[in-house]
């Protein structure tokens, strides 16, 4: 197959690549991100080339701008936690994108490289990967819901013990 267009996760506009004939016969073909490669097609591939290679510089300079943008946002979101501070539910990358997009930003939910949903409060780090590859890292304060009404920005967990000290469970 000669690749007409991107298509993420199987190659660039100008690649020959191989497939699942059912990914091809229901997906490439129809959308018309791919063709048969055949000899007529492959003489085609050095000017999909030519076209991809002027694209990816367009793509680096705006990925370069949307990450500077992006690591000089904090984002902020506020989620409902029960009395000892553990959140209900997570944020997601999904949820990372909306508040990209209710900020201006067009980061889609691909671009985040999140492993798992998060599940604390607090700022987090959340690592990104642009158009053609370009890292970015923006701020995520999660803010417990019942908690900013009073001020208080974070959950404190209760101090530990210090060892040698006296506590209700030792008491003899």
């Known amino acids: 197959m000669l690749l007409l267009q991107d298509v993420e996760a199987l190659g660039q506009k100008g690649d020959v690549v191989s497939a699942k004939p059912g990914y091809v016969r229901n997906f490439l073909l129809p959308k ?10 492959l003489r085609k ?52 994108a909306q508040l990209f997009q209710q900020s201006g930003l067009p980061v889609e939910k691909r671009y985040i490289q999140m492993t798992r949903p998060i599940k604390e409060t607090g700022a987090h780090k959340i690592p990104m990967k642009l158009k053609e590859g370009v890292p970015a890292t ?35």
């Open 32 to 41: 018309g991100f791919a063709v048969v490669a055949s000899a007529n097609t």
């Open 45 to 96: 591939r050095e000017s999909l080339r030519e076209e991809r290679a002027k694209q990816a510089v367009v793509d680096r300079q705006e990925a370069d701008e949307l990450a500077k943008q992006v690591e000089s946002i904090i984002l902020e979101t506020r989620v409902k936690v029960d009395p000892e501070g553990h959140m209900y539910g997570s944020v997601s990358a999904f949820d990372i």
């Open 138 to 172: 923006c701020t995520l304060h999660i803010i417990p819901e019942g908690m900013a009404s009073l001020g208080i920005e974070t959950v404190v967990a209760p101090i530990p013990s210090v060892e040698g000290e006296s506590s209700p469970e030792k008491a003899e």
